[in-house]
Structure formats: structure tokens, C-alpha cells
């Protein structure tokens, strides 16, 4: 058995032999192709020479004094000869002298850079005799912003007396303070934002004394531009005034109670509210309780859309809020499990 593994080795390394000796003699036999060494290609040099030109001048200001560090800056334009720099500059010296040398023939834009003063531009043809350059006058001075006075403005909010709505907190509420000047004119101030406690009262630290409108929005709306439950002026203009402003919200508020055909109450149902132009903007969504009733608190006067979905029921309602009213709405009786 020994004998006939030795005999397969042997084979097998004989059979490896065979083809890489066999593999080394295609290769030789293969033809070797001639390639031709390329011809080297020499480029003529590009022709282009230093114009001959040269501009020379001073810079005074505004009154004909010489200014000195003024950069007169030349940009070529239109020029028929082969430029190797497009851009020529030169400072000038503390007798506002200037020179600028090489340029060639042709129509440049030229910019004086001055600290202080405005830039100049225009155009100048070269050759060119001497030139004097004149500045603009200075700039004026910069306007400051006027010192702005602040104090703190203290408030509560409050329902109208005719509205009762129990023990119901005022937390959360927000008073957005609009300055009644254009945030673009100068030195005017912007809007602030405060949240109330839970009887109404809010406080603004740093109120820039000015002319505000005082808009208060609901929980739910913190950081939007509507509803505005009340909009009043304001003006913030007496430093150290503090008395707490009163400020009465004008909303009133729905209530209803929603029962099937059999005079069972609907618990669950869902109601929507917006206001008839604003179809978009929706309140929050009230649901009823286990006694089918419903109330949505914090509407502004004005004509409202009041849809009920009850299971395939579908009902909608126009109603008309007025201020300080706690209003009822009836949908009379509901047949939440009706087949369309």
C-alpha cells in the first residue's frame, strides 16, 4: 500500500512538470512585435510680452488734500495685445503719488480702495497722461442706537364675569406683546412672549417702553398668531408703573349634550370647530363623556362651524359665539349606528 502512494506522488509531481515546462516553451516561441520610439514634439514658446505703458498720477480727497495707502486698482477690460497679467495695482505714497508700470494699450476699469470713504469706479483708456484721482467724501458718522428704557410689565388675565365657568385655572395662557412700530425702523423693538399662572397673572422683565398691541392666545396655540382671544393697545410708555394691567379675555364658550333616538346619551362622540372663513384652522377637537356631554372653551365672538361624528353619524351646525356667553347646541336625537 506504501509502495502505491509513493507511485501516485510521483505521477501527479511528474504531471506538474510536464505542463509548466510545456508552458515555458509556448512562451518562448511567441513573436516579440517592434514598437517605434515616439518622435518628441517640441511646443513653441507662447508670445506674450510686458505692455509698455505706464500710468502714472496722484489720489487727494474730497477738499485736494493727498491721501496716502489709497489702492488704485486697474482691471483690464478690452486690450489688443497678449496681456500676462490681467490685474494691475499700485499704492499710494504718504504724497499720494502713484505709478503703475507695464501696461499695455487698451480700455481698463479702474477702483480706488480707500478706508473711510466710499469706492470708486470707472473706466479709463491707456496710454493715458497723468491723472489725478479724486475721493469721495467721507462717510458720516455711523447712527447709534437710541438707549432704550425698560421696566416690567406686570398683568392677569380674566374671564368675563357673565361666563361661568366654575373654578376653571388660567395656566398656560399666552400674552403676545406686538410693538406697533415696523421691526425694520431703526432702534425698534420686538415681540415678546409669557406664559400665565394658574390665576391668570403674567410678568415681562425688560419691556422696552413703547406702543404695543396685547393679543393672548390659548394653551394649545403657545407660540402661533391665532386665535387671538383678546387684542388691546398698549402703551408701555411710563417707566415704573406697577399696577397690574386687568386684562378680560373676549371669548364665549359651547356646551351641548348629544343623545341617540332612544334618548341614550353618546359618549365618544367627536366634535370639530372652526371658524366659518377659517375652515383650515381647527380647534382641538373636543370628545363627549359618559353623559354625551361636550364643551369647547376660548372662542372670540363670531360665526362658527360645529361638525359631530357619532359613528356613521354625520351632523353640522352653524352657531353664532357671542362674548361672555356659555352657548347651547342641540343636534337633537342621533342614530350613530345608521347604515349610509
Known sequence: ?????????????????SAYVAE??????????????PRRVTLAALQATR?????????????????????????VLESEEAVLEPMFFDHSSDDGMFEIRHLPAGRFEVVLLSTG?????????????????????PWGELPALPEIERDTFVGRLSFPDELLLGDRPLEGYEVLLLPRDPESTWGAVFARRVLTDA?????????????????VLPPWAVGGSWP????????????????????????????????DRDGNDVEGALLQVHAKDRER???PAVATDEFGRFQVH?????????????GAERRERKVEVTDGEDQEVSFGPLDPRRED
Not at 506504501?2 to 512538470?17: G, Y
Not at 470713504?117 to 467724501?137: D, H, I, M, S, Y
Not at 382671544?229 to 386684562?247: F, N, Q, S
Not at 376660548?298 to 357619532?310: C, Q, S
Open 298 to 310: 376660548d372662542l372670540p365672538p363670531g360665526v362658527y362651524v360645529v361638525r359631530v361624528f357619532a
Open 281 to 283: 384652522d381647527l380647534w
Open 51 to 75: 505692455g509698455e505703458h505706464t500710468l502714472e498720477g496722484s489720489v487727494v480727497d474730497h477738499r485736494g488734500r493727498p491721501v496716502a495707502g489709497v489702492t488704485v486698482h486697474l482691471r
Open 1 to 17: 500500500m506504501r509502495r502505491l502512494h509513493v507511485i501516485f506522488a510521483v505521477v501527479v509531481l511528474t504531471a506538474f512538470l
Open 117 to 137: 470713504v466710499p469706492n470708486r469706479r470707472f473706466e479709463l483708456t491707456v496710454p493715458a497722461k497723468e491723472q489725478r484721482f479724486v475721493l469721495g467724501e
Open 24 to 37: 515555458r516553451s509556448r512562451s518562448r516561441e511567441l513573436p516579440v512585435r517592434d514598437f517605434e520610439t
Open 199 to 215: 390665576e391668570g397673572r403674567f410678568v415681562v422683565d425688560d419691556l422696552p417702553v413703547s406702543g404695543y398691541d396685547l393679543h
Open 228 to 259: 387671538y382671544l383678546c387684542t388691546i393697545p398698549y402703551d408701555h410708555r411710563v417707566a415704573g408703573d406697577r399696577d397690574p394691567k386687568e386684562v378680560e379675555l373676549a371669548v364665549g364658550a359651547l356646551r351641548g349634550r348629544l343623545v
